[in-house]
């Protein structure tokens, strides 16, 4: 009798567990735990805070740049541009068509026309008009040949997209300009607002005849304009940034203060190898990290600090005083 209740017991004590286990079968008997509701939303949240953070960070060179900071070099990169002024041009190099002339000032004939050196291995420099560097276009013509043969701009046509066209005054000042489209024109259907006109961006039109000549009018009946940009000025390259002062190096850190310049986007850190002169770059440093690198210093090594500033120009190198 003892045997019969205790086996009861067991069985009613097994369907209790199975029941707890598995009530009714309305879920798996092995279901996983549901994760918390808001873990999900938690995680899409960091991530699309750490995108956001990457995407807010530019760079220039090895610096990251802000966005405030970003705004701020802009402007100074558009003062600069805006300084700019326009020059006198005193001679033209064109390299791929291995063509240099002397430039002789011209202006409006009587008819109407732009007026061209009488030599025709000189290039005229529309004079009324942009001078060369300045917003707009400024317009320099050659002739493509005379009565003897060729003339200064009777390779003209061979220029392709890309290639450069140097000026220069009489101060040695040089202007380089890329060329951006060739297109030629009906002597009567030129456009001559786009052609001598003003314009956002700092041109040239290099003018020659092409195309059949008519002997009725004495003339080609077709106006090549070869149109190109400019891309350099050897009066704006920038001078060096001022270097960083105040440079010191204990045993476990190189520290300076910062240069006062807006234009300065961060600081190099170079090692100099005493006895062999070797000298490389160990570290850098952005402009909104403090100015000092944190690293074990030796004797036998010499160290040195320099600015950058947005053009990439560098200063002299400030040697730390240990």
Known sequence: MKQIFTMATALVLCAALFFAMNPLADSPAFEEPTPEKNSAPVQTKIETVAKEKDESIDKIAEFPVLPAQRKKLDALQRQRQESIKGMEPARIEIPSIKAKAEIEATGILENGEMGVPEDVDEVGWFEPGFKVGAKGHAVLAGHVDSLTGPAVFYDLK??????????????????????????????????????FGSSGKRMINLITCTGDFNRKIGSHEERLVVSAELVSDSATKEKEPE?????????????????????????????????????????????????????????????????VDVDLNESKKAQAKQ
């Open 158 to 195: 061979k220029m392709k997209i890309g290639e450069t066209v140097i000026l220069r005054d009489r101060d040695g000042r040089e202007m380089v300009f890329k060329v951006t489209e060739m297109v030629s024109y009906e002597t009567d259907e030129a456009p001559i607002e786009e052609i």
């Open 243 to 307: 270097p960083p002062t105040n440079v010191k190096a204990t045993s476990f850190n190189i520290s300076w203060h910062a240069v006062r310049n807006d234009a300065i986007i961060g600081y190099r850190i170079y090692e100099e190898d005493k006895k062999t002169g070797e000298i490389k770059k160990i570290d850098t440093v952005s402009l909104f990290d403090r100015k000092k690198v944190e690293l074990q210093t030796s004797p036998d090594k010499r160290y040195f600090v320099t600015s």
